[in-house]
């Protein structure tokens, strides 16, 4: 299992930038999708979740109505629109798999900075 993400930077409040995820070694249509993010001297926290079937979604509360989870199955990509980003959604941010061992045996990216910052 591979998960790469790409997409983060700085950019100032109110700006918009879109991740993407790049899953291989599974099949990725089989499985939900999450991106996670954790920001200096905080725990990890999930941002959003999409279902293998149907793409029904899920959001923390602190992004709902900003933020966007997609994925291609085809490409075996999950992306995440951010819009109207604010500082504290400054973190690096996650991609996730779950494993079949419960959360100790999910996968993970390596992880992309998201800097919001003016």
């Known amino acids: 299992v591979q998960l790469v993400e790409s997409g983060g930077g700085l950019v100032q409040p109110g700006g918009s930038l879109r991740l993407s995820c790049a899953a291989s070694?599974?099949?990725?249509?089989?499985?939900?999708m999450s991106w996670y993010r954790q920001a200096p001297g905080k725990e990890r926290e999930l941002v959003a979740r999409?279902?293998?079937?149907?793409?029904?979604?899920n959001y923390a509360d602190s992004v709902k109505g900003r933020f966007t989870i997609s994925r291609d199955n085809a490409k075996g990509t999950v992306y995440l629109q951010m819009n109207s980003l604010k500082p504290e959604d400054t973190a690096v941010y996650y991609c996730?798999?779950?494993?079949?061992?419960?959360?100790?045996?999910?996968?993970w990216g390596q992880g992309t900075q998201v800097t919001v910052s003016s």
């Open positions: 070694g599974f099949t990725f249509r089989n499985y939900d």
């Open positions: 996730n798999r779950p494993g079949r061992l419960g959360p100790a045996s999910d996968y």
């Open positions: 999409i279902s293998s079937v149907g793409g029904r979604t």
